[in-house]
């Protein structure tokens, strides 16, 4: 959090917190390669071994590059909310009907932004044809950067940069996340039939050719399996699982 959000000095300025919890996903992930790699070992070996995947460890790694910085020049990394440290024009702007974010990672993508735009004199100007120069002239482009981009939708401007080859991406709500065409093309909203119906679900992002993921049940209501629990998995009778029932137990 203390690199994510807007800078102090700014509207809203203050650490941020991500919209999902990134670092228990990205521990449980982490978990499952261990998993993977234990059991390569005991194969070979006949082995088995403890893993500890600590949610402080993950943490710290999935920061690699920030915490790589503050190592190399001791300087703590600050907030610089959607914009890149070191590459610009690389955030988010506001089109004509949403946000997208621009990525133009080099002087010849810039070139061809600026000639897309109708606006090839910016990469002429001596503080803008290079990407240092663009970087501690930061402040002196985005405002023309925010004014370009505001005159055209999103839809328009993913049609003309990509057919130049700049970077770019619209930020769509999960409304538009789901009626995208490549989503759908993908799977990946599935629907698995469910007591009350139908259960609209996820898909997992990953594709086996040879062991493909398969989606055998939905979430269970309250309470549904717990007959299999007590009986198929902790062997009780079936007089003792009533005389649960009875005492409010389960």
Same mark, same amino acid.
């Given at each position: 959090m203390s690199i994510t959000g807007e800078r102090d000095a700014l509207?809203?300025?203050?650490?941020?917190?991500?919209?999902?919890?990134?670092?228990?996903?990205?521990?449980?992930?982490?978990?499952?390669?261990?998993?993977?790699a234990?059991?390569?070992h005991r194969e070979r070996t006949g082995e088995g071994q403890y893993i500890d995947c600590a949610l402080l460890d993950m943490a710290v790694a999935v920061n690699v590059t920030? #915490?790589?910085?503050?190592? !190399?020049?001791?300087?703590?990394?600050?907030?610089l909310g959607n914009a890149h440290p070191q590459v610009v024009p690389y955030e988010v702007f506001a089109t004509a009907d949403g946000h997208?974010?621009?990525?133009?990672?080099?002087?010849?993508?810039?070139?061809?932004?600026?000639r897309a735009a109708g606006r090839e004199e910016l990469a002429d100007d001596p503080r803008f044809s290079t990407n240092s120069q663009r970087v501690v002239n930061r402040e002196a482009l985005l405002p023309t950067v925010r004014e370009i981009m505001a005159g055209r939708t999103k839809a328009q401007w993913q049609q003309t940069l990509? #057919?130049?080859?700049?970077? !770019?991406?619209?930020?769509?709500?999960f409304r538009e996340v789901f009626d995208d065409p490549q989503v759908k093309h993908r799977g990946l909203q599935v629907n698995v039939p469910h007591a009350l119906g139908s259960a609209p679900l996820v898909a997992s992002p990953l594709r086996l050719s040879k062991t493909p993921v398969s989606y055998r049940s939905a979430p269970p209501l309250p309470g549904e399996h717990t007959n299999e629990v007590l009986?198929?998995?902790?062997?009780?009778?079936?007089?003792?699982?009533?005389?649960?029932?009875?005492?409010?137990?389960?």
């Open positions: 509207p809203g300025g203050g650490p941020q917190k991500v919209g999902v919890p990134i670092v228990d996903y990205l521990t449980g992930l982490n978990a499952s390669i261990a998993l993977c234990a059991i390569a920030q #915490a790589i910085s503050y190592l !190399c020049a001791g300087q703590p990394p600050g907030r997208m974010i621009l990525a133009v990672a080099n002087d010849g993508q810039f070139r061809r932004f600026c990509e #057919a130049v080859d700049v970077a !770019c991406g619209p930020i769509n709500n009986q198929g998995l902790l062997g009780m009778q079936p007089e003792e699982v009533a005389g649960l029932r009875k005492a409010g137990v389960v």
